[in-house]
């Protein structure tokens, strides 16, 4: 992933908080626990209903598109591990900031493996909406 | 109809495996929902 989960202080500090949906099954959960140490709320859409309502099945389609897994490999190959354990095996599909009430506030939709929204980025928008 | 009216009247799972509508996750304050792919 998804180094976001290094900027949970920011976030609380906007008034924010975290949410991480996974692709998987409820297992999923213990392993990206693991690999991140994230331990704020975390949900997973096995039918990727969810995915597909927010909009991100073209980013999907490209994560898994020859061009992506190359990408992915190549980046790996040149040591840029992310997780704590071995390699990164998660991606970001994309972050929405969303405010009570279900306003949409700001989206980032990856366009290919890599491409994960910037903090920096996300937390302007948390500003704007505070 | 916005995007986060579909959005929302669907479910995920709770790390137990119980529903949990998605609308509920920001009832109370602005989220931060970031979508994940796991590899492997």
Redesign the interface.
């Known amino acids: 992933?998804?180094q976001?989960h290094r900027s949970i202080d920011d976030?609380h500090a906007?008034?924010?908080?975290?949410?991480?949906?996974?692709?998987?099954t409820?297992n999923?959960?213990a392993?990206?626990r693991e690999t991140t140490g994230f331990d704020g709320?975390?949900?997973?859409?096995?039918s990727l209903?969810?995915?597909q309502?927010?909009?991100?099945e073209r980013g999907?389609l490209k994560?898994f598109s020859p061009f992506a897994i190359g990408k992915?490999l190549s980046a790996l190959g040149r040591g840029a591990r992310q997780g704590r354990t071995q390699?990164d095996?998660?991606?970001?599909?994309?972050?929405?900031?969303?405010?009570?009430?279900?306003?949409?506030?700001w989206r980032h939709i990856s366009k290919f493996a890599g491409d994960n929204?910037h903090p920096s980025k996300?937390l302007a928008a948390?500003k704007s909406?505070? | 109809m916005s995007a986060t009216d579909a959005l929302g009247k669907l479910s995920v799972q709770d790390e137990n495996g119980r529903p949990v509508e998605v609308s509920s996750l920001w009832r109370d304050k602005t989220i931060v929902l970031a979508f994940v792919r796991h590899f492997g």
């Open positions: 992933m998804v976001l976030i906007a008034g924010a908080e975290l949410v991480v949906i996974g692709s998987g409820p999923f959960v392993g990206f709320p975390l949900y997973v859409d096995p209903a969810v995915y309502a927010a909009e991100l999907l994560t992915t390699g095996t998660f991606q970001q599909g994309g972050v929405l900031v969303i405010a009570p009430g279900g306003k949409l506030v929204a996300i948390l909406a505070a």
